[in-house]
């Protein structure tokens, strides 16, 4: 089966930053586009960023210039740099892959970006 365990998360100041990690199991890692999507308070999930197997990357524009993400094949993981948060990043970050015909969830790690 496959899993995506996420971790990472924390409360963190504006201003600062937050490197998350998302370790994969049970897919053939480097053929699949990783994502990461954002459930804010009360908020609908969103994707936050993707990165092909290729390496293209596409992100939200709100995050664009903070955040990176970057995937490292041989640890079966992808990251989300997350640097100069705002309180507008807070939430649920989940890691995500489309793969054997469907998706598939981590099961979150939450950032607070607070005062």
């Known amino acids: 089966q496959v899993q995506l365990v996420e971790s990472g998360g924390d409360l963190v100041q504006p201003g600062g930053s937050l490197r998350l990690s998302c370790k994969a199991s049970?897919?053939?890692?480097?053929?699949?586009?990783m994502t990461w999507y954002l459930q804010a308070p009360g908020k609908q999930r969103e994707l936050v960023a993707s990165i092909t197997s290729s390496g293209s990357t596409n992100y939200l524009d709100s995050v664009k210039g903070r955040f990176t993400i970057s995937r490292v094949n041989a640890r079966r993981t992808v990251y989300l740099q997350m640097n100069n948060l705002e309180p507008e990043d807070t939430g649920v970050y989940y890691c995500n892959v489309n793969a054997r015909g469907r998706e598939w969830w981590g099961q979150g790690t939450q950032v607070t970006v607070s005062s």
């Open positions: 049970g897919i053939n890692f480097s053929i699949y586009t």
